[in-house]
């Protein structure tokens, strides 16, 4: 797919079927996330990569929590990709994490397979429950939760693209 396609053509999908992302397209969308732009070079980022339906599940209802609901914020995506930058290594973590998670989408859409940024990783890793996740996982509890992406493959229906605001782009010539 032509580069400019597929950033104008990508969207946010909400509905999964259960099939799984096979391993070497999810390689090759990962390895994407990994070339991301970061600041100084510091690749400040990590990911932690969940397939595992019980915890994806556990994942879910710490999300949907969050947002005091009972419905899966996760819309029974197969794989979910937890980004998380580290401020110990790079004040821009934040920055660094979201490059990973646009890489992570594009390069997604770009290979056939859907894909949704979540809200709310800060939240679900700050707490004891999350920070258990973090040492079980053998990551390190410095990490801050940034974006969760989800993957697989959706159910057909694709939203169309919400109409531009006007002022979107200003010339200061």
């Known amino acids: 797919m032509d580069t400019i396609e597929c950033l104008m053509t ?16 999810l390689k090759k969308i990962l390895d994407a996330g990994t070339m991301a732009p970061s600041a100084m070079g510091k690749q400040s980022a990590t990911m932690v990569v969940v397939r ?5 599940k ?4 710490m ?6 609901v009972d419905s899966d ?16 290594v790079n004040r821009n973590y934040v920055r660094d994490a979201s490059l990973v998670m646009g890489n992570l ?12 940024w979540i809200n ?30 989800i993957l697989g493959y959706g159910d057909g229906t694709c939203p169309a693209p919400a109409p ?8 200061a010539e």
């Open 58 to 61: 556990a994942l879910s209802k």
């Open 105 to 116: 989408m594009n390069a997604a859409h770009a290979l056939g397979v859907d894909s949704c």
């Open 73 to 88: 914020p996760f819309y029974g995506a197969p794989t979910v990709v937890l980004v998380f930058g580290n401020p110990k």
């Open 120 to 149: 709310r990783g800060k939240e679900m890793f700050e707490d004891a429950d999350g920070k258990a996740f973090l040492r079980e996982w053998g990551a390190s509890e410095d990490l801050v939760g940034i974006g969760i992406c």
């Open 10 to 25: 990508r969207r946010s999908v909400r509905k999964y079927k259960k099939e799984q992302v096979d391993e070497e397209t």
């Open 164 to 171: 531009r605001k006007e002022d979107y782009i200003i010339y």
């Open 52 to 56: 595992d339906p019980v915890t994806i």
């Open 63 to 68: 999300n949907a929590a969050i947002m005091g």
